[in-house]
């Protein structure tokens, strides 16, 4: 596949920075160059596919919350398989097929759900085959960003081994940093004093070193489902607390004999126990926090235009655009319970028209009308400001919206149904639904429809 780059002449090319080469930088890169854009894409690590590429290493802080600790970018444990189908989470374009050389398979994961290792071959494919490679800037870590003047930005950069941190004007910058670096910890009452040990999962690896450990979990995501699993099959004892979890006695999960699950946690002791909300207690060795994370942008100098609070990162309009900085500052990946890829793909389709001047946006006024409406919204539905960013079923409307508003085709309605149909599947068979399905009729009207993308 070749790189299209219509620039029309009645388009504006701009000069875009993009930060980060994950899933969102690549495919913002390349709507932006095919709208016309000269793009540089900063990169702090050696390759792309951002969180996709697996690092055994773990951080020196197991909680990582240490600020001088050295960033291991990966939060994959070794066992990781997605947690969407492969049909619905690729790019529309470009399928996330099974790769076939000359009729026979490579020796790649086949399967409907893959390993990381999959997903990263697949981010390295779509790199290559659209040359966007050549628009990276390896191993060079965007520390500051900057509003200069009326619609100039400063990107200042640091190359690994460079002698100094460069400075560049850019025409507008796309943040593409990805949010699961920066862990979230619960807060546990008299946890100073308790003495055992606390990993966040974003050090979680291999379920080896619980061997035979009491440990207790506390999350209630895809990852701590699975962590949790896996652990149980090493340690001594499997406690797992959540927010989700009623305040009633504790109770075996079904199909273990070492994993119970508790209500919330009341307080850590010096006597390394453990008492949960019940009444309950139990002496623990670890507390493995599956906990989720921060949005952290340490490189963004807004003037305080643009804030994080209880992990809702406004104003921004639709979540991309910040309106008082529109549209030379935008954000690509920030929703969250979303088909990642296809949304990423989506914003940046509309980003690189508002940038070239194809596509319009409302007013300042309107766009900040429009997100206040939107959290008062949210406030009335009782809705906490930490899910501000959760679309979950919104995302539908969204992405039509999104597609209208940038002039492209919207969601497929396989696409929309097959999201529907695994929630389902996920919510009520959580330890299978990775190997057991009964949508094939949706998969055979997807492959039918991926031909036209493929080869
Ligand atoms: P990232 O992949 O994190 O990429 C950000 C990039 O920015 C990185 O390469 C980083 O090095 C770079 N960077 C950061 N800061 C700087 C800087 N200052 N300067 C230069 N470069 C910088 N999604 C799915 O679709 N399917 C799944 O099955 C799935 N499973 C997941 C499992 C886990 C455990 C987690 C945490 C997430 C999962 N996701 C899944 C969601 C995942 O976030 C998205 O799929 C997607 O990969 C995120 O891409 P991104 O580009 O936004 O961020």
Not at 65 to 92: A, C, K, Q, W
């Amino acid at each position: 596949m070749s790189p299209l780059i219509p620039c029309s002449s009645n388009l504006t090319s701009r000069k875009v920075a993009v930060i980060g080469a994950g899933a969102a930088g690549l495919v913002a890169s390349r709507e932006l160059r095919r709208e016309g854009h000269e793009v540089v894409v900063f990169e702090r690590r050696d390759r792309v596919g951002g969180l996709w590429v697996y690092d055994p290493n773990v951080e020196s802080d197991p909680l990582g919350i240490d600020p001088s600790r050295s960033i291991v970018h990966s939060s994959l444990y070794d066992s990781l398989r997605t947690n969407l189908p492969r049909e619905i989470m690729g790019f529309r374009d470009y399928p996330f097929v099974v790769v076939k050389e000359d009729g026979i398979k490579k020796q790649r994961d086949p399967r409907r759900y893959p390993g990381h290792k999959e997903v990263l071959n697949y981010l390295e494919g779509f790199a290559n085959d659209f040359q966007l490679i050549e628009l990276v800037r390896f191993e060079t870590e965007v520390v500051r960003v900057e509003l200069v003047e009326e619609g100039k930005w400063v990107v200042k950069s640091r190359r690994r081994g460079g002698a100094d941190d460069v400075d560049e004007v850019f025409d507008a910058v796309v943040v593409c940093s990805g949010h699961y670096t920066e862990p979230n910890i619960a807060e546990i009452p008299g946890i100073d004093a308790w003495p055992g040990k606390q990993i966040h999962s974003r050090n979680y690896r291999v379920p080896e070193p619980f061997r035979n450990q009491v440990v207790l979990l506390i999350g209630n995501s895809s990852s701590a489902a699975d962590i949790s699993r896996e652990v149980a099959r090493v340690a001594k004892e499997v406690h797992v607390v959540s927010r989700s979890i009623t305040n009633g006695l504790p109770t075996k999960k079904l199909g273990y004999d070492n994993m119970w699950l508790h209500s919330m946690i009341e307080s850590a002791h010096e006597d390394g126990t453990v008492v949960f909300q019940d009444g309950s207690s139990v002496l623990v060795d670890v507390i493995l926090h599956c906990t989720g994370y921060k949005y952290y942008f340490p490189f963004l100098e807004t003037n305080n235009i643009v804030t994080i609070d209880d992990n809702c990162v406004g104003p921004l309009y639709k979540h991309v655009f910040p309106p008082l900085l529109a549209p030379g500052l935008s954000f690509i990946g920030i929703p969250w319970k979303i088909l990642p890829f296809p949304i990423f793909e989506l914003n940046s389709k509309w980003v690189a028209g508002v940038l070239s001047g194809r596509v319009s946006l409302p007013s300042q006024e309107k766009m900040t009308a429009e997100v206040e409406a939107f959290y008062l919204k949210l406030e009335a539905a009782g809705v906490p400001t930490r899910h501000t960013h959760l679309m979950g079923d919104n995302q539908y409307e969204y992405s039509d919206w999104v597609a209208a508003e940038c002039g492209c085709l919207p969601w497929e309605e396989w696409r929309k149904q097959m999201a529907k149909e695994y929630v389902k599947k996920f919510t009520s068979q959580p330890e299978t639904y990775r190997d057991e399905w009964e949508d094939q009729n949706l998969i055979l009207i997807a492959q039918e429809d991926f031909h036209q993308y493929l080869p």
